[in-house]
């Protein structure tokens, strides 16, 4: 949700709506990004933005990525070090209706 809400970040209670956990679980969770670093966190007025520190994140990517398998990398033939995005499959939420 950060990553698509981009470098503008979503504010607590947003994220707590949309996961459907109580903000206390939240703050657990997202305290713990915040510390590796991978999120930050800005205070704007009452409310705690959160964002995705895009660096860190293609940093980590990268690192993953370069020592895939042992750090053979692409030459290792059971490690692939490129992927393509997960297709989304959307569930109807109608209910199917007797005939």
Avoid: W
Wanted: glycine letters at 10%; hydrophobic letters at 40%; charged letters at 20%.
């Amino acid at each position: 949700m950060l990553v698509e809400a981009g470098p503008e970040g979503l504010n607590a209670g947003t994220l707590a709506a949309r996961l459907k956990v109580p903000p206390s679980s939240l703050t657990f969770h997202v305290q713990h990004l915040h510390r590796a670093g991978l999120i930050a966190q800005q205070r704007k007025s009452r409310e705690l933005i959160y964002s995705t520190d895009f660096d860190v994140m293609n940093g980590l990517v990268g690192y993953l990525t370069e020592n895939c398998c042992g750090g053979r990398g692409a030459a290792a033939s059971v490690c692939e070090t490129s992927c393509a995005p997960a297709r989304v499959v959307k569930k109807s939420t109608k209910k199917a209706r007797a005939a």
